[in-house]
């Protein structure tokens, strides 16, 4: 009896301690389990928040960057079209003067020879009649000599002084012809003098009146020659232009969708990861999304604002040479064609949030294909800005070029 009373109390303690001890164990590995717990969360949230930082560190290095060069550019391509600008018109001024020089040369070479032609051709008159005079004055004084003579030998037979009387008065006659004779040369001289100054007063003022005339002229005629030269000019520049861009967009349309499609593909093969992986991908994605629309929005921007530029300094120079009419269209024209490409990117981006939304509201599956979708996106919208730069500065050499031999060919 006391041996089986013994065993049942026992029996009764083992299996009390073993209850306590059971107590006791489990809540000690529940009290370990929460301290883990704890322990793995803040790990994590530490973790999560250095990654978050270094995500930050790096994006605002790749816009400072991106940033950065696209300045860089922008203001080199500035330097090349001043440059290249100031070059043509120093050139062209450069040509005009020397036609103008030209020009003025051979309208005084003509004006100089018609003068002299002219006053050659009254000198030659006026010789003529003052060589008639003298040769009808000099028969007159032979003559007169003649009768004098006879006068003369007549008075010789008279008295001495009537003689005496008629050599006096004949000596007095050729002092006063050669006086005549010298007053007559002299008013000669100073008629010919008045009416060469006259005249080249004349001429100078018709000069002028006529040299005025042909510069308006030919002002008129090279500004309407310039005006249809440049609007030819301008037609073909844009229709190669449209032409380029049609071409890049169609391009650009084709490799998007044949990297979409192989990235679906790929990405049905992601199924098995992690689910703090997929929201960090989520994460990632949406901030890479962000970023990409920033940036494509701050270049659109930038290049709206150079075209702004382009197009007051394109007026101001079609004011100055009295091209109101083709400046007021083209800005009419640019205008229409900005308001068209905004109304065109903005129904993109639409449709891309409103894909992106949607993509984020399926399953975990979906937002971890976008996100891979997403991060080549951004790579390949990275590429094709690089060569969008590269095209608009192969297309800035081009319409150099196309300039320059136009110019040659005009000059």
Partial sequence: MFAKTRQSVIVVQSWARGYIARKKHQHTRDAVVLIQAHCRGYLARCLYRREKSARLVQAAVRGYLVRSHYR????????????????????????????????????????????????????????????????????????????????????????????????????????????????????????????????????????????????????????????????????????????????LARNRYRKIRLTVCGLQAHARGLQLRKEVQRQRASIVKCQAVVRGHLVHKRFKHTVSSIRSCQAAVRAFLERKRRREAATLLQAVARGWISRRRSRRDLAHITRAQSTVRGYLARRQYQRERAAVVVCQSVVRRHQAMGRYSHVLQSVILLQARVRGILNRRRH
Wanted: charged share 25%; glycine share 2%; hydrophobic share 40%.
């Fill in 72 to 247: 860089q550019t922008r203001r080199r391509v500035i330097i090349c079209q001043a440059a290249v600008r100031g070059h043509l018109i120093r050139k062209k001024f450069q040509q005009l003067r020397r036609a103008v020089c030209l020009l003025q040369s051979n309208v005084r070479t003509w004006h100089a020879r018609r003068q002299f032609c002219q006053n050659r051709t009254k000198i030659i008159a006026i010789q003529a009649l003052a060589r008639g005079f003298l040769a009808r004055r000099h028969y007159q004084r032979e003559k007169s000599a003649i009768l004098a003579q006879a006068v003369v030998r007549g008075y010789l037979v008279r008295k001495h002084y009537q003689r005496t009387r008629s050599s006096v008065i004949l000596c007095q006659a050729a002092v006063r012809g050669h006086l005549s004779r010298k007053r007559y040369l002299d008013l000669c001289r100073a008629v010919c003098l008045l009416q060469s100054h006259v005249r080249a007063l004349i001429a100078k003022r018709q000069y002028c009146h006529d040299r005025t005339r042909i510069i308006n002229i030919q002002a008129l005629v090279r500004g309407h020659l310039a005006r249809r030269q440049y609007h030819s000019v301008r037609t073909r520049v844009v229709v190669c232009q449209a032409a380029i861009r049609r071409f």
